[in-house]
Structure formats: structure tokens, C-alpha cells
């Protein structure tokens, strides 16, 4: 457990070096949690409430998911797994002397925190000065919602690494990484809360794993899910994690076989 922790640090420490991306990263989130809270607004007004959540409620929740695009890698694959493949590089990464799924882990949870201290803080923030919003005063919350957010790291991480897999296969992986993005986009409430899908749609994609990306993280924070109902959020996280990485590790198993190392 040390050597991913090191691991983790090492690469917490590598994104403090893209100081213009993460500007622009800041930037970006904030403009367009901005726009959308105007859209929202202008929805709320027709109905008090949509989706049991009220104007507050949904404003919230459009800067907690401005604030989750970063942690959970939303827009993008975000691994530099296919880019290796197709250096050759990732021979070198198959024979170190780790876990290969567990180090691309440990790579992606040290991305993730450096993302939610640098990216996400500051658009709510500004969100928070221009909107009416929904803070907790309570801190079991906050750290109720962190554990939520920490989960949904995971769940993300496990998606995004089937896709960047696919890279073993198809060398070009561009089509697989953008469905992914898309269906994330969609199905993760990154556009809209997942309550406010109509019917059966808003049934099913609150079964899947995308719900744990934005979804219920934001229930925790907003106070829509409490006592035993955190919980069970908690059980929907870690359930989909570990069936998305064990499938992560059969396709990894599967990959080794298609890699031919030359010269060595």
C-alpha cells in the first residue's frame, strides 16, 4: 500500500506543474456553471419545484457538478494508457514490479484529489457569491459527501480505464473514449439532475454506475439522502466499483496476451 501512496503523491505533485491548464480548467467551469444556473432559473421559475428539488436545490447542484468535472474526469478519458500503447511504452509499464490496474489507480486518485482541491473549490465558490445556494452547516455531511465524492472517484476511474483498454485492440481508441464521454455527460447528471429524467429513463439511469458521478454525491450534499440512505448510496458506489474493476482486471488479463515486445 506504501508504493501507491507514493505513487498517488508523485502524481498529485505532477499535475501542480500544469498551473495554465488548471486556470483555464477554473475558468471554464465557472462560465458555464454561470450560464447554466441562468438556464435553471429560468426553468424554476415556471414550477417551485421539479424533481423534488427546489430553485436552491438545482442551483446547487449545477456548480456541484461543475465542481465534479475535474475529480471524476467528466469530459475526458483522462489515462495515458492508449498513448502508451501505441508508443510501445506500455511494455515497460507491464513489467514494473506493481499491480498495472492498482498503479493506474493509485495515478488517477493523486490526478483526482490535485483536480478537487485546484478545480473544484473555487467555481462553487463564485457560484456560492452569485447564487443563492445549498450549503450544509453540519460537518457529518461534508465528510458524508467526501466519502460519497472518494466512491464516485472510483467508479469513474473503473469506467474510464475499460475505455482507455480498448486501445489494446483497436490502437485507435477515440471512438470507444468518446462514447464513453458522451454516455458520462448524459447518464452522470452532469447536464441535468438524473431526477429530472422522465419515467423509466430516470429509473434505469439511476440503476447504472454513471449515477455515482454527480448524482449521489450531490443527494448527499443536498440533504436527499440521509441516515441509512447514505448507506446505501455507499453500497450502490462500492458495488459498481468493485464489479467495474474485477471486469477491469479480466480485460487486463486479456490484454497482456495481445502485447508483443520486440527486441528485448
Do not use: C
Amino acid at each position: 500500500m506504501v508504493v501507491y501512496a507514493l505513487i498517488t503523491r508523485q502524481a498529485f505533485r505532477r499535475y501542480l506543474t500544469y498551473r495554465g491548464a488548471l486556470f483555464g480548467g477554473v475558468l471554464a467551469n465557472t462560465v458555464f456553471g454561470v450560464i447554466k444556473a441562468f438556464i435553471m432559473t429560468a426553468v424554476w421559475r415556471q414550477r417551485a419545484t421539479i424533481g423534488g428539488y427546489g430553485l436552491a436545490d438545482a442551483l446547487t447542484y449545477v456548480f456541484l457538478a461543475q465542481a465534479m468535472i475535474g475529480p471524476m474526469s467528466l469530459l475526458a478519458n483522462g489515462l495515458d494508457i492508449p498513448a502508451r500503447v501505441r508508443s510501445g511504452d506500455i511494455g515497460t509499464d507491464l513489467f514494473r514490479p506493481v499491480d498495472f490496474q492498482n498503479y493506474w489507480l493509485a495515478t488517477d486518485l493523486g490526478r483526482a484529489g490535485f483536480a478537487l482541491l485546484g478545480r473544484s473549490v473555487v467555481p462553487f465558490v463564485i457560484g456560492g457569491l452569485l447564487f443563492h445556494l445549498h450549503v450544509p452547516e453540519d460537518p457529518r455531511v461534508w465528510a458524508a459527501f467526501l466519502v460519497a465524492v472518494f466512491l464516485g472517484t472510483v467508479v469513474s476511474f473503473a469506467l474510464r480505464y475499460l475505455a482507455a483498454m480498448s486501445a489494446f485492440w483497436l490502437l485507435d481508441e477515440k471512438g470507444v473514449t468518446g462514447l464513453a464521454n458522451v454516455l458520462t455527460s448524459f447518464l452522470g447528471g452532469m447536464i441535468v439532475p438524473l431526477v429530472l429524467f422522465p419515467g423509466w429513463l430516470g429509473h434505469l439511469a439511476r440503476m447504472l454506475p454513471w449515477a455515482s458521478l454527480v448524482q449521489l454525491p450531490a443527494d448527499v450534499f443536498l440533504g436527499k439522502r440521509t441516515g441509512a440512505a447514505v448507506g446505501g448510496a455507499y453500497l450502490f458506489e462500492a458495488g459498481w466499483a468493485v464489479a467495474l474493476l474485477l471486469a477491469g482486471r479480466l480485460v487486463t488479463r486479456r490484454a497482456r496476451h495481445r502485447v508483443v515486445v520486440q527486441g528485448g
